[in-house]
């Protein structure tokens, strides 16, 4: 559970942003009933933006990933979610797909590790001293650590299991750093274009809320290349977009961002966004925020997963 009261003001204090209360699934969801039915429909509507998904996601401990989902089928699993009290068939408080705000919120105060406790950035034989241990325990499982010396295939952590256990957030989510790429219920268009960009939300089938995304209405200019892998130099809070970025090709990571890294793709068509994709390989040197605008809503790779969260009545 997020307070509203409890929001890292310091972020959001030059925005327009209201903090309100939301309880975030604790753990990564897994197939707790039905079945996944992957790539339908081909786009949203005003009030259609959902598969034939027969699935209910579920959040427990020690249960594997839901994995091999799609972007529609992650929303549709989690408003299939009916538990008591929450939902109803007139409110928009439906538990839902998290979104990036409440993503970002929730993963306030995750152990980042971009320094290990031995006093110095993790490497080599280090990595594996750390998983063993259970130290930290964010950023540094084997799976998606490039300097693991022992890494093989069958190396992966189910939540809450010994090499990610301390990767609990403020509010007691699990695992919202540097584990498996979490789907967020942002759908972008027009990312190649300076003028005509926009990212809808959709809080349940019927509450679709649109955002204007343009440079002008933003005041900077946002990336317009094709596949590209930037570090966030300064987060734009009201939009989380990066208000300053620099490729990584040619740069360094932002000390204050702990590595923060955006994966824009601004082809025509429109792509959705997802947390901790595109760069796992960064291991323990991933920050806090790692937002990728780079999958298409049908893409169903392995490695997906999904969290769910609820707005408080």
């Given amino acids: 559970m997020v307070h509203l009261d409890d929001w890292p003001i310091h972020e959001f204090a030059n925005t327009t942003i209201t903090p309100f209360t939301y309880a975030i699934d604790k753990w990564e969801n897994y197939l707790s009933s039905g079945s996944i039915t992957n790539g339908t429909p081909g786009g949203c509507t005003l009030n259609s933006c959902v598969s034939t998904t027969t699935g209910v996601l579920s959040s427990a401990s020690g249960q594997t990933q839901v994995g ?10 989690c408003s299939n979610r009916t538990a008591a009290g929450y939902t109803g068939a007139t409110t928009p408080r439906t538990i839902h797909l998290e979104t990036e705000m409440e993503n970002f919120v929730a993963n ?4 980042d590790n971009y320094f290990s406790a031995f006093g110095s950035q993790i490497t080599g034989a280090f990595v594996n001293s750390a998983i063993s241990s259970g130290y930290g325990g964010c950023n ?3 799976k998606h650590n490039y300097q693991d010396l022992t890494y093989n295939v069958n190396e992966s952590f189910v939540t809450g299991d010994v090499g990610t256990r301390n990767c609990i957030s403020r509010y007691g989510a699990r695992d919202l750093i540097g584990n498996y790429a979490e789907y967020m219920d942002g759908y972008y268009e027009n990312l190649n274009s300076t003028t005509t960009r926009q990212k809808s939300v959709y809080w349940g089938t019927a509450d679709r809320v649109t955002t204007v995304i343009n440079d002008t209405n933003l005041g900077y200019s946002i990336p317009t290349a094709v596949s590209t ?15 300053s970025y620099l490729a990584v090709t040619t740069a360094s990571p932002n000390p204050k961002f702990f590595m923060d890294l955006i994966w824009l793709d601004s082809s025509a068509t429109a792509k959705v966004a997802a947390i901790g994709s595109g760069a796992w390989s960064y291991g ?3 920050g806090r925020f790692h937002k990728s605008v780079y999958s298409l809503p049908t893409s169903s790779g392995a490695d997906a997963s999904v969290r769910c969260a609820i707005i408080s009545p």
């Fill in 284 to 286: 323990s040197h991933l």
């Fill in 229 to 243: 892998l930037y570090y966030v130099q300064d987060w734009d809070y009201q939009n989380l977009m990066p208000k």
């Fill in 140 to 142: 540094i499982d084997m």
């Fill in 68 to 77: 091999s989902i799609d972007w529609y089928s992650a929303r549709k699993g």
């Fill in 108 to 111: 306030y105060g995750t152990p």
